[in-house]
């Protein structure tokens, strides 16, 4: 790793038949080797899944069943994306939910591919989180708060090329590759609750019962970190009338 302006990554991208990694099929990749003058190789590929597609999934992606039959199989598929792939740092929006899905299909299929380290990629939703400017991070949104012009459909090649550019933006501070994934090893103090009934809030404005709640569950490293760290601003804090309180240090 070296200047991050002067590197070689690789951005992918993959479509599935659900979100769980254990159980789900991949119907799409798409994966591109790119610096930051260039995209310098590209390919992305439908995949048979040789199982139906959930209209759920079909109502996010738009790929329908009768687009992957008889496209190539997975196994037919990712060595090259692991050919293009190299030793490469991967980026992407939530990459660990990709590098999951690619890693479990080729276990599942005894392939010789080699697999993607998690530890050393760049996850962009992370370096949203960092940012910190944009009111959501979605990638689409993401989009927009950079005004990066529209790639069409929310489809995996789509989805690259938008995700380059975004990572463009979101690490323009950092000048050495290092330097970000260094940062990305430590978690990450968010503004926003993401998800819930409370989502959109400051976590200041979250009631503490809920962020207990929240505590428990099966969040990512960021979310857990910062719902504790809030946790814990509120037992440190003062009551107000203590604070106002003159004589309250004596």
Known sequence: MGLLRKDTFICLDCEATGLSVDEDEIIEIAIARFTFDEVVESFDSLVDPLRPIPAESTNVHHITDSMVVGKPKIEEVLPLVCKIAAKHIVVGHNIGFDLRMINNAIRKRNLSCPIF??????????????????????????RKHFNI?????????????????????????????EDVTKRLRQPILMKLMPLGK???????????????????????????????????RRRTQKPFSQMCNPFSGL
């Open 117 to 142: 380290d998690l530890e050393k990629s760049i996850d962009t939703l992370r370096l949203a989180r960092l940012y910190a400017e944009s009111p959501t991070n979605s990638l689409e949104d993401l």
């Open 149 to 177: 012009e529209e790639e069409g459909a929310h489809r995996a090649m789509n989805d690259v090329v938008v995700n380059i550019k975004v990572f463009k933006y979101l690490s323009f501070n950092f000048k050495r590759t």
């Open 198 to 232: 409370h989502k959109g809030r400051p976590f200041h404005e979250v009631p503490i019962d809920y962020l207990h709640w929240a505590s428990h569950q099966d969040f990512d490293e960021d979310l857990l970190f910062t719902i504790n760290e809030e946790r814990r």
